[in-house]
């Protein structure tokens, strides 16, 4: 089983970038698709990005598509978010999923596995 450790978030004034980096140990994280999730405070935990294990076929929510970009690296056991043009709307805590095999990329309860999360602050 796969264990999740999210890390990268910071503080930044609106249209700055950050990139988060997900850090997977244990075996095979290259099974195993990833999506990146985040919650305001209030509100309900929305996906905003999404990848297959092969890294092929990304998928973004309409309000970051074109602003971030999501990646991985099967050889180091990573997964990143690049955010560009960051906007306040944006901010929260930003968490990183796997799941193996049939899978809805922006549904959370589709995933199994999940790291503690990484706060981003949009705000100037």
């Known amino acids: 089983q796969l264990q999740l450790v999210e890390s990268g978030g910071d503080s930044v004034q609106p249209g700055g970038s950050l990139t988060l980096s997900c850090l997977a140990s244990?075996?095979?994280?290259?099974?195993?698709?990833v999506g990146w999730f985040r919650q305001a405070p209030g509100k309900e935990r929305e996906g905003v990005s999404a990848i297959t294990p092969s890294g092929s076929a990304p998928a973004y929510e309409e309000s970051v598509d074109g602003r971030f970009t999501i990646s991985r690296d099967n050889f180091k056991n990573m997964a990143y978010l690049e955010m560009n043009n960051l906007k306040p709307e944006d901010t929260g805590v930003y968490f990183c999923a796997a799941v193996r095999g049939n899978w809805a990329p922006f549904t959370a309860r589709s995933y199994s596995i999940w790291g503690k999360g990484t706060q981003v602050t949009v705000s100037s």
């Open positions: 244990g075996s095979f994280f290259d099974t195993y698709s």
